[in-house]
C-alpha cells in the first residue's frame, strides 16, 4: 500500500487490522464486463480513486483487472475489494479464482455478499483466504447487528468491514452504532439508492443551497457520518464529480435535514427486503 499513503488521512480509514482503506472507491455493480467496465475503471483512477468494489456475482473482475493493469497505476496503489458469492461452498477457493481474473495476488478485502445459509459457515473458509495471503482484509456484507455479532463471536479473526445499503434515505443508525462498537467499518453502498434518492426534493434543495450536485451532497452525507462510500457510475463526468466530495462540508442543520430522510426507522437490520 506504498502510495495510498499519499492520499491525505481524510480519504483513508483506518480498518481495526491495522490496514488502510479509501474512503471513497468506485462501484461496479450492473457494469457489463468489457469495454464499459475497464472505461469506468480507467476513469475512476484518472480522477484519482484508489479503491474499486467488484464482486464475483458481477461477472467483471476480468475487466477491472484488465483495467488496472492497462492504467499504469501501481498494484499497491489501488484498494481492491471483491466479494465472495455465497450460493458457492468454499470462499478459500473462490478467491483463488478471483485473483485469477484479476490478474492480481491478494485483494484488498474480501467479503461474504451476503448471509445466504446462515452468518457464520463460511467465516473459516474466509479466514483460510486471509491467512493463505490472498486477502489482506476480510469482512462481511448484508449483515445485521445480530448477524454480525455471531460473525465475531464464532471468529478468530473478525470481520473488519460490513458493506450494507446506506444513505439518508436508508439511514441504519442502529446498525452504524453497532458496527461502530465492534470497531467495524460501515462500508455504504447504493449511496444515491441506485439513482432514485438524487431526485429527493430534500436532495436537491439542499444541493442549490450549498451549490453542488445532489450527488455530492448524498456522498458527503455518507462521509459525514463516517462510512466508507462507493457510488457507481459508467460516466467520466460523473465518475470526476462523485469524487469532489472532500473540499466542502454540510452543516449540522443540513445533515439532521437528510437524516429525517430515513425510511427505516433507524434499523439494526441490513435489508428490509432479502434476496437470498
Ligand atoms: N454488497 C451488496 O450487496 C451491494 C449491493 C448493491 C450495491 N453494491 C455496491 O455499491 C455500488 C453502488 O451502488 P449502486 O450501484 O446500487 O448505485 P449508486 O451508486 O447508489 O447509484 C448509481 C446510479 O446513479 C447514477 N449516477 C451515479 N453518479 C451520478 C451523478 N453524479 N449524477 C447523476 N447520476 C449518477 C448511475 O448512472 P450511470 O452509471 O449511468 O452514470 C447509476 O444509475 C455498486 O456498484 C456495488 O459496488 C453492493
Known amino acids: ?44 483512477l484518472e480522477a484519482g480513486y484508489r479503491h474499486i468494489d467488484t464482486a464475483q456475482a458481477y461477472g467483471n473482475e476480468a475487466s477491472v483487472g484488465r483495467a488496472l493493469q492497462s492504467s499504469g497505476v501501481p498494484r499497491d496503489e489501488v484498494f481492491l475489494t471483491t466479494k465472495f458469492y455465497p450460493a458457492r461452498k468454499d470462499p478459500a477457493e473462490e478467491i483463488e479464482r478471483s485473483l485469477e481474473r484479476l490478474g492480481v495476488d491478494q485483494v484488498d478485502l474480501y467479503i461474504i455478499h451476503w448471509p445466504q445459509g446462515g452468518s457464520t459457515w463460511a467465516w473459516p473458509g474466509m479466514e483460510r483466504a486471509h491467512e493463505r495471503g490472498h486477502a489482506r482484509s476480510i469482512g462481511v456484507s448484508n ?32 446498525l452504524l452504532a453497532a458496527c461502530e462498537r465492534h470497531d467495524v467499518a460501515l462500508e455504504a453502498y447504493s449511496p444515491l439508492g441506485t439513482g432514485r434518492h438524487l431526485r429527493d426534493r430534500a436532495v436537491t ?69 432479502k434476496w437470498w
Open 1 to 44: 500500500m506504498s502510495d495510498q499513503y499519499v492520499l491525505p488521512a481524510e480519504r483513508l480509514r483506518e480498518l481495526s487490522d491495522g490496514n488502510r482503506m479509501p474512503v471513497l472507491g468506485l462501484g461496479v455493480w450492473q457494469v457489463p464486463d468489457g469495454r464499459e467496465c475497464e472505461n469506468a475503471v480507467l476513469w475512476a
Open 143 to 174: 449483515f445485521s447487528t445480530s448477524e454480525l455479532e455471531q460473525v465475531i463471536g464464532a471468529a478468530s479473526t473478525p470481520p473488519v468491514v460490513n458493506q450494507v445499503q446506506f444513505s439518508p434515505v436508508e439511514y441504519r443508525r442502529g
Open 205 to 273: 434543495s439542499i444541493a442549490e443551497r450549498v451549490d453542488r450536485t445532489s450527488a455530492q451532497v448524498l456522498l458527503r452525507w455518507c462521509l459525514q457520518r463516517d462510512t466508507i462510500v462507493i457510488p457507481k457510475s459508467t460516466h467520466q463526468e460523473r465518475i470526476e464529480e462523485n469524487a469532489r466530495i472532500f473540499d466542502f462540508t454540510l452543516s449540522d442543520e443540513e445533515m439532521s435535514e437528510l437524516d429525517r430522510l430515513d425510511q427505516t426507522g433507524g434499523t439494526e437490520e441490513a435489508r428490509e427486503r
